[in-house]
């Protein structure tokens, strides 16, 4: 079959060639909807469902509204895991589907469900799901900034509520037009609202309640359509205007009739602008700040939308009052740009030094440029293999394709092509005629084509191993594997068609076989030492398995890291203070910070995130802050060449000047994805499941000290779920009986005086403002004040709140967690200095044997140590799957286990390089440099076939051994060079680099450079002793080759 | 060697180097999710004179303060019932002259009426007992006495503020305490003492009435109006006091934190009085010793730190 192709290529090339054209043009289209992104997304199909609840305690959010909402989605198909989390006023449910769900699909599914757990919930809280957006949504933050002596319309300068005013009614509503942007999330300021302000005491003089402004206000602001009427042919529609517009008006509503004498608001309270009572601020360089985020919706193109959004900005800030503008801080575009700037520089390098190489090698200008013709065509199939398989390009999907790889296989077609149709030419003495050409063409083609195809087929099987890792890891990596399988796929069909089409179109006339200035070297140079090695073939074997046992040993007292981290140029810092730490203060404390830090010369500007923006797609608590550190251009540093580490240390000894905080230093797109992800990121998670938070915090108290005396067992921490100082009001019902009150009665009047309570909404334009009726700061804040709120009594007159109730501080749960429906804590540890399967059955062990549990709770096990251990698994049993495969392929192709194992054997030589390469470098192992392993495994493969192959064609054409060695040796000199120079140079850029996004590729360049170097060593002088050494029964040999042959 | 044993040595090297990839793997994923410990020495938080002024740490010592502890309360104005006077006259008669109209201020032994005796015919003049304004008048001319009350006069040169005291605040007040009035938009201030604690309640508001003696010389005070007033209990000075904001609350117990010589050190004291600005202290800190007042919560937040997390 793949000789017809072969011939049919031949003979219809024209068809082809316009094939080809047909298939880049596509490749060319598809990569205009390429989703384009710094790393890969590694965000899970996920749903947050988010309620807010104004004033409700964390044990309140959990009992009217997050049982409610799990309650709803359970028995959602295809749902893998729900977990919650109630909060002060906040309910948030996340619903993790299994992967590959269609995300629409699982928010209608769940929206249908939430329609009728709604009906349930108390008046006005409504579930409201998360934007459409994953991890990497977040792509662009804006601070709105007012300068000092810019002024309001009235005269007044610009306060946080007059910029929040102008971001929700005026930027908001326009960025949110923006094509690919899905939401714009707001926060910082405070939300323009009236407040209605009554004084206890003038209540009481006027018989008046709370209650009461609340029933004037809305039964006073209503505008109302009546209809119409016909008069004279004429239609007169008929409104009633009534609502009230300003403060002003507010203040003329009556609220009652005291004998005669109308009691108007104004006559009760005082109306004015007030506050929110907020979940969020926000701050940049040591003030308060309004920051708008723009979310990119699920899929998008994070490049072009966030410079959509840039775009639209600029447009929006012409039309913001003089001297208010909305400043980027944050745009995602810079470091993506840097990062496809570093891979294409790396490709397009790698792609000129491999030009080069064959230019060099093959001294043929058309073969040269046909050969690299490769390059951009299978880039352009594997566009449009990654728009279909929805891979985003990115560095990590892109970090892995090595040019010199992809045209390994065209190089050895190619240069095998000149070779033969040279030696054809040289052989009749004249030009070719074109059937001649076609001829020599197909053969030489069919000739080499095994190797390539060989090569291929290696890199796939050990590609597979990391398609089957799953979870996080499996996220970062399948798409790097899926891209190196499409692109040597491309290639592969490329060089069956493209290719020999190509040659039999170009490489007319007549064709210079002769070998140039350094093949002529490399070859005068190699015939010595072949003879040399093959004679010492036993020392050099030796020397060989030293050599890999050494590295084995190296590689044992390397380093480790996961992946090298993308540095994303700019630094997240989470501050972290202890729960119940008041907004107020938290924000103190952030000025403080930012103060410190702004102190470094290197820092440009520092914003932060306190507490929970509007859309609460991280929920934090108002004692955690984002902040995120945006650098200046490294030229204006004032030591350019400082690193990031030693910036970071200067940065961490400022922050240590503000006390009261812990931090944890990461990058900005780094934070985002722990906190989406989440779940339980130590080894070992224990998780106690119950109902009693008392109960469950005991359990797990007591887990933690067993643990604590486990070896190995490292910062054992219980989940923290209180110490929020909490305000309850305890009512004494007898005292209520006594007054003839309900229970009711006494909290409606706490709930307005502090939590307030809305009575409305002023219209101005589009802009709507709440009407609230809350108690003035200073008595909301003053316990003594509060107890003597007045109740009023339904006989007239009243009695103080604190003779119907005790008011009493202590902690109380700062947030309740819920897993698959069940309240849980989690009992968190990290392992050192042991392995972690024995580590986890000893504590499970242990745990069955010392832990006892009350009947309803129950225990289960989680953490990385999980995908460490499903992983290790699937890979115990992959890996060696995959070698046996290799093996099999090999012994397939040669039908010989004999050559089958010889070329086997270059494996381990090709590791040794790449080990010994990261060593001198100073690189730790990793999975990057795991994927560079992979692609070694596949080169070496590739020459210790196109090597054995040759010896076999030798002995199969009647020669002796020894000359069947040398001459085969010599005669792959040249490809075997060609294809370990493209390799290594296509990789060279990446090994070299320093700039942005250069330290993920630079470990897999690094290793497959150094490997190349020593597999290229190894299929040049080991190979050819090895199968000497080998070769006994030259009968097989033959057959074989005359098998391979036919 | 054997082309067995070749194969054999070659294949298991395979298998070795698979496994080092394997071991490589699994090492790599081993050291995600660990993060260093902070160790923290127990009981004291050591700062450096630099963060202390970063932050923002005020300092002060230990010493005698005054506490003026207040109850505050609400009430009403009412007229001082001893400062009534309700005229009729002596004698029943005709009235001949009126002289005085609702509202008009009359002194004391001034006319208000003259009167014809029914029996004598003699006329005779009514005349006020108490300096004072005229709030009821039922005499016009040529009405008979009869036995009614002609005038009602009232003095509101000094009035009652009739305070409601509730159960719970009742064992705090005692007569003779200093009272400060304020009226509901705070305009106007007055100072008095309870006079009167009555000895029986309301049924209704369950309430126990405290009266208060005030001097209204210029008629500010107007009886049927509400009011505040703030019951002084105490006026004390306390021989240790700390300023409020010093306070916070570490497992449960209130602490003070102290500059030590190592460092600071939360302490646990127990509260004495208390107004709204400073506490008495009975135990835990001795004189002189210097303790944090303001940003006492950034100390706080120290010590607790290493437990904050951002969970989900």
Redesign the interface.
Known sequence: MLDKLIQFSIAKRYLVMFLTLIIAALGVWNYQNLPIDAVPDITNVQVQINTEAQGYSPLEVEQRITYLVELAITGLPYVEST?S?SRYALSQV?VVFKKGTDIYFARNLINERLQQAKSEMPDGIEPVMGPVATGLGEIFHYAVHAEKNALQANGQPFDATALRTLQDWVIRPQLRLVPGVTEINTIGGFEKQFHITP?P??L??FGVSFDDIVRAMQQNNANVGAGYIEKNGEQYLIRAPGQVADIAAIEQVIVTYSQGVPVRISDVAEVGFGKQLRTGAATLDGEETVLGTAVMLLGGNSRSVSAAVATKLIEINKTLPKGVSADPVYDRTVLVDKTIATVQTNLLEGAVLVVVVLLVMLGNVRAALLTAMVIPLSMLILMTGMVETKVSANLMSLGALDFGLIVDGAVIIVENCILRLAGRQHHLGRILTLEERFQTVFTATREVFTPSLISVLVVILVNLPILALTGV?GKMFTPMALTVIMALLAALVLSLTFVPAAVALLLTGHIAEKDNVIVRGAKRFYAPVLEIALKLRLLVLGLAVVF?LFS?WL??KMG????PNLDEGDIAI?A????G?SLT?SLG?QF?LER?VLDVPEVKTYFSRVGTAEVASD??GP??SDGYVMLKDRQDWPNPDKTKAQLIEDIQQKL???????F?ISQPIQLRFN?LI??V???LGIKVYGDDLGQLLTSGNEIAELLGGIEGA??V?V??VS?L?ILSMETNREALY??GLNVADVQDVLAAATGGEEAGLVFEGDRRFTIVVRLTEQLRSNL??LE?L?VP?P??????L??LATLI???GAN?I?RENGKRRL?VSA???GRD?GGFVSEVQEKVDQKISLPPGYWLAYG??FE??QS??ER??LL??I??VMI?ALLMMTFGS??DA??V??G??LA?TGGVISLWLRDIP???T??VG?ITLCGVSVLTGVMMVSAFRDGLANGKNIDSAIREGAMLRLRPILMVALVAALGFLPMALNTSTGAEVQRPLATVVIGGIISSTLLTLLVLPG?YR??F?KPRIAVENAAAIKS | MTLQNSNNTLFHKAVLAGCAFLLITSQAMAEVGHDDEEEHEEGHIVLTQEQIEHAGIGLAQVGSGTIRDVLPVYGVIAVNAERVQSVSARFEGSILNVTKSIGNPVRKGETLATIEANESLNTYSIKSAINGVITERAANVGEQTASRALFVIKDFSNVWAELSLFTKDLPKVSVDQEVRIHSVNSTVTANGKIVYIAPYGDRNSQTITARVLIDNPDGRWSPGQFIQAEITLSDTVAPLVVRNEALQIVEGRSVVFVQEEKGFEPRPVTLGRSDGEVTELLTGLSGNETYVTSNSFILKSEMGKEDAEHGH
Request: charged residues 20%; neutral net charge.
């Open positions: 977990r989390l996340t004084d005491t003038r009481l003089a890891e890999v084995g590689a044992t480790t890291e996961f992946i989470q972290l203070r202890i729960p730490t203060q404390m403080q410190a929920p934090m004692n955690i240590a000047l503000a006390p009261g905080n812990a944890e906190e989440s779940g990121r130590s080894d490292e910062g921490k989940e923290q110490g100082p006594r007054y003594t004040a003597r007045p009594l006989q007239g007159g009243y009695v103080p604190g003779e501080l202590e902690p947030q967690s989690v990290n392992v050192r972690l953490g990385t995908q460490l992983a290790s890979l115990t890996v060696p995959t070698l093996f286990a004999k194992a010889l086997f054997s494996v381990p590791l192992l990793s999975i440099a795991g392993f090895l050494m080998a006994r």
